[in-house]
C-alpha cells in the first residue's frame, strides 16, 4: 500500500502561481511512476502530468504543458506540480496518483493509489 496526501491548493489570482505537494508512504514510492490529475464537478477527472520513478520522464497534457511542471524528490518520497500562469478554468481538486506498473497505466486513470485531493480556485 501507498499513502498518498497531497498539500499546496488554495486561491490565487489569474496569472498567479501555485505548486502542489504530494507527500508519500508505505511502499518505496521510488519504484512508482506518478502523477497529477484534477476534476471540477460533473467532469471527469483530466490526466495533468505523470513523472516516470527516475524523474527522468515526463508527459504532460497539452492544456498544461509550458504552464506546469512536475518533478519528485524520492530522497523525500514526494512528487510536486509546480503551477504558473494559473486560470480560472484550472480551479478544480487536483489529485495525485501513483502506480509501479507504468506511465500509460498512470495517464489513463487507472493508477492503484490515489491521495484525497486538494482543492485549488484562480480567481479572475
Known amino acids: 500500500q501507498v499513502q498518498l496526501v497531497e498539500s499546496g491548493g488554495g486561491l490565487v489570482k489569474a496569472g498567479g502561481s501555485l505548486r502542489l505537494s504530494c507527500a508519500a508512504s508505505?511502499?518505496?514510492?521510488?519504484?512508482?511512476?506518478a502523477g497529477w490529475f484534477r476534476q471540477t464537478t460533473g467532469k471527469e477527472r483530466e490526466f495533468l502530468a505523470a513523472i516516470d520513478w527516475s524523474g527522468r520522464d515526463t508527459e504532460y497534457a497539452d492544456s498544461v504543458k509550458g504552464r506546469f511542471t512536475i518533478f519528485r524528490d524520492n530522497a523525500k518520497d514526494t512528487v510536486s506540480l509546480q503551477m504558473i500562469s494559473l486560470k480560472p478554468e484550472d480551479t478544480a481538486v487536483y489529485y495525485c496518483?501513483?502506480?509501479?506498473?507504468?506511465?500509460?497505466?498512470?495517464?489513463?486513470?487507472?493508477?492503484?493509489?490515489w491521495g484525497q485531493g486538494t482543492q485549488v480556485t484562480v480567481s479572475s
Open positions: 508505505g511502499r518505496t514510492f521510488g519504484l512508482y511512476f
Open positions: 496518483a501513483a502506480d509501479i506498473n507504468g506511465m500509460t497505466r498512470l495517464q489513463g486513470g487507472a493508477a492503484a493509489y
